[in-house]
């Protein structure tokens, strides 16, 4: 292992080179500058002989002689820095700070790639201090520290990001994903693993793919994501309930456990538990439980698209809601039917204003929100976009007030289609970036899946390959939730720009 990560580093030092002469005799009574002086030819200038000697110390280093190729590099730094070469300087220094990490001496190969990253950045030279940057994340891996290790991989993904240089930055991602994993941040891990393989895909690297695709299937199938704890917790109440026999109470437990698997976008755990919580309801004669959890399953066909057993489910919920009474409910359906009315071609203006005036007259700013993006994408569809707009910004800073994240998220992601429609791409790339921070942070992979779909349709024609990689997560979020179509939709996109 130790061999195999030190040519990794030695491909990041070197580029090709030709055979150099014979292996300089070592002299380890001398200074590397007299070193340097002894072994020089006449007439060969510093810079040769440095090349030469960084050859050298490469071909020790891979057959496993790390003491010869440590002397050796240090007389091959001698040599740079006596010819004023940064560059060459700065590549010596990376690749004994890899070796050191390979002999395990951490400390001191922690202190050589700081040097390292720190000539580079004297020599301006932004690839190199990315290399440096991402070596220190291996050491600090190799060594378990894994908090320092996230936070140097997540510098050297922004560094080779601002470079362009994909296989970097993939790489980059993996390292950073393994830590994540020992943290236990199994989500980031999984994401970062995705977008790792969407690159290496993208760019035909087969070799990275298959390292991505190794890492994504470990962090997927045997980590538990990060709600596991609550999980578990639900699942414990439910039995109590249970064993106490309360089955109004087991009903409350089982919602509280859908809406969660709902929350964190897992919609055949959340269907399951969704209509455990119906029957519980529906055998205790509660109408208003009846209510919220039809409603909670309505929902989750509407979001995977299932718009025949959605509209049954809020049918249903009306009936028990006209039972009952309920404003807030009756305006939550009204928007929903509304919404998926309009994109089968009807006019439903004025159920949603129904729908708003009830939120207004119930203080409930969340639904008024909630009706304010219906209608906004109402009217964008309408060739309105000045008042789409103003109501896509209002509902935003409505649902930020009431501490609604996701729902503000959603609006983001509605204002962002819009402002790609009319043009300003720049704006809506940075509003969607905005709606996938929150998405991300709150497991709504839904949300995540959509934004995702929503930045590779806006940065298509000016950065193709961020398209085609956003593209490609998002087609296989859509598959681990079960949206086939989706999944296919965002695929063909990303294959369109190949």
Same mark, same amino acid.
């Given at each position: 292992?130790?061999?195999?990560?030190?040519?990794?580093?030695?491909?990041?030092?070197?580029?090709?080179?030709?055979?150099?002469?014979?292996?300089?005799?070592?002299?380890?009574?001398?200074?590397?500058?007299?070193?340097?002086?002894?072994?020089?030819?006449?007439?060969?200038?510093?810079?040769?002989?440095?090349?030469?000697?960084?050859?050298?110390?490469?071909?020790?280093?891979?057959?496993?002689?790390?003491?010869?190729?440590?002397?050796?590099?240090?007389?091959?730094? +001698?040599?740079?820095?006596?010819?004023?070469?940064?560059?060459?300087?700065?590549?010596?220094?990376?690749?004994?700070?890899?070796?050191?990490?390979?002999?395990?001496?951490?400390?001191?190969?922690?202190?050589?790639?700081?040097?390292?990253?720190?000539?580079?950045?004297?020599?301006?030279?932004?690839?190199?201090?990315?290399? !440096?940057?991402?070596?220190?994340?291996?050491?600090?891996?190799?060594?378990?520290?894994?908090?320092?290790?996230?936070?140097?991989?997540?510098?050297?993904?922004?560094?080779?990001?601002?470079?362009?240089?994909?296989?970097?930055?993939?790489?980059?991602?993996?390292?950073?994903?393994?830590?994540?994993?020992?943290?236990?941040?199994?989500?980031?891990?999984?994401?970062?693993?995705?977008?790792?393989?969407?690159?290496?895909?993208?760019?035909?690297?087969?070799?990275?793919?298959?390292?991505?695709?190794?890492?994504?299937?470990?962090?997927?199938?045997?980590?538990?994501?990060?709600?596991?704890?609550?999980?578990?917790?639900?699942?414990?109440?439910?039995? !109590?309930?249970?064993? !106490?026999?309360?089955?109004?109470?087991?009903?409350?437990?089982?919602?509280?456990?859908?809406?969660?698997?709902?929350?964190?976008?897992?919609?055949?755990?959340?269907?399951?538990?969704?209509?455990?919580?119906?029957?519980?309801?529906?055998?205790?004669?509660?109408?208003?439980?009846?209510?919220?959890?039809?409603?909670?399953? +309505?929902?989750?066909?509407?979001?995977?698209?299932?718009?025949?057993?959605?509209?049954?489910?809020?049918?249903?919920?009306?009936?028990?809601?006209?039972?009952?009474?309920?404003?807030?409910?009756?305006?939550?359906?009204?928007?929903?039917?509304?919404?998926?009315?309009?994109?089968?071609?009807?006019?439903?203006?004025?159920?949603?204003?129904?729908?708003?005036?009830?939120?207004?007259?119930?203080?409930?700013?969340?639904?008024?929100?909630?009706?304010?993006?219906?209608?906004?994408?109402?009217?964008?569809?309408?060739?309105?976009?000045?008042?789409?707009?103003?109501?896509?910004? +209002?509902?935003?800073?409505?649902?930020?007030?009431?501490?609604?994240?996701?729902?503000? +998220?959603?609006?983001?992601?509605?204002?962002?289609?819009?402002?790609?429609?009319?043009?300003?791409?720049?704006?809506?790339?940075?509003?969607?970036?905005?709606?996938?921070?929150?998405?991300?942070?709150?497991?709504?992979?839904?949300?995540?899946?959509?934004?995702?779909?929503?930045?590779?349709?806006?940065?298509?024609?000016?950065?193709?390959?961020?398209?085609?990689?956003?593209?490609?997560?998002?087609?296989?979020?859509?598959?681990?939730?079960?949206?086939?179509?989706?999944?296919?939709?965002?695929?063909?996109?990303?294959?369109?720009?190949?």
């Amino acid at each position: 292992m130790k061999r195999i990560s030190f040519a990794l580093a030695g491909a990041l030092a070197l580029s090709a080179c030709g055979d150099s002469g014979d292996q300089a005799r070592k002299d380890t009574q001398a200074t590397p500058e007299a070193a340097v002086a002894a072994n020089t030819p006449k007439g060969a200038s510093a810079e040769s002989r440095g090349q030469q000697l960084l050859r050298e110390a490469e071909r020790a280093a891979n057959v496993g002689r790390d003491l010869e190729a440590r002397q050796t590099y240090e007389r091959a730094l +001698a040599a740079f820095r006596s010819d004023g070469d940064r560059t060459s300087e700065g590549r010596t220094l990376l690749a004994m700070g890899s070796l050191d990490r390979a002999m395990g001496q951490g400390e001191r190969g922690r202190q050589v790639l700081g040097q390292a990253e720190a000539v580079f950045a004297a020599a301006g030279d932004a690839r190199g201090q990315a290399d !440096a940057t991402f070596a220190l994340g291996e050491l600090e891996r190799a060594q378990f520290n894994n908090e320092r290790a996230r936070e140097v991989f997540d510098l050297a993904v922004e560094r080779y990001h601002a470079l362009q240089d994909w296989g970097g930055e993939a790489r980059s991602l993996l390292g950073r994903a393994d830590s994540e994993r020992r943290l236990g941040l199994i989500l980031a891990a999984r994401r970062d693993a995705a977008r790792a393989l969407a690159i290496f895909t993208t760019t035909g690297d087969a070799a990275g793919a298959t390292l991505a695709r190794r890492t994504q299937d470990e962090v997927t199938g045997n980590y538990p994501d990060d709600f596991e704890a609550e999980r578990v917790e639900h699942r414990n109440q439910i039995l !109590a309930t249970q064993q !106490a026999g309360e089955p109004i109470a087991e009903a409350q437990e089982q919602l509280e456990f859908a809406r969660l698997e709902h929350r964190t976008w897992r919609p055949l755990q959340a269907r399951e538990v969704y209509g455990k919580a119906l029957v519980l309801y529906r055998e205790a004669r509660d109408v208003l439980g009846q209510i919220y959890a039809t409603i909670g399953l +309505a929902d989750l066909e509407r979001g995977v698209e299932r718009h025949e057993a959605s509209r049954a489910l809020y049918a249903d919920a009306q009936m028990l809601i006209r039972e009952l009474g309920d404003p807030q409910a009756e305006a939550h359906v009204l928007i929903a039917l509304a919404e998926m009315n309009a994109l089968a071609g009807a006019d439903s203006r004025q159920a949603l204003q129904q729908a708003l005036e009830m939120n207004r007259t119930a203080r409930n700013q969340i639904g008024e929100a909630m009706a304010q993006i219906a209608l906004g994408r109402i009217e964008q569809r309408g060739g309105n976009p000045m008042l789409a707009e103003r109501n896509f910004r +209002a509902a935003h800073d409505m649902l930020i007030q009431n501490d609604d994240e996701v729902g503000a +998220a959603d609006a983001l992601l509605a204002l962002a289609s819009l402002l790609r429609e009319t043009g300003r791409g720049e704006e809506a790339a940075d509003t969607l970036v905005r709606a996938r921070v929150v998405f991300e942070a709150t497991g709504y992979r839904l949300g995540e899946a959509r934004t995702l779909k929503g930045l590779g349709d806006t940065l298509r024609t000016t950065q193709p390959i961020e398209a085609q990689v956003n593209y490609r997560i998002a087609a296989y979020l859509f598959d681990t939730m079960g949206m086939a179509a989706r999944s296919a939709e965002a695929e063909a996109a990303a294959n369109s720009l190949r």
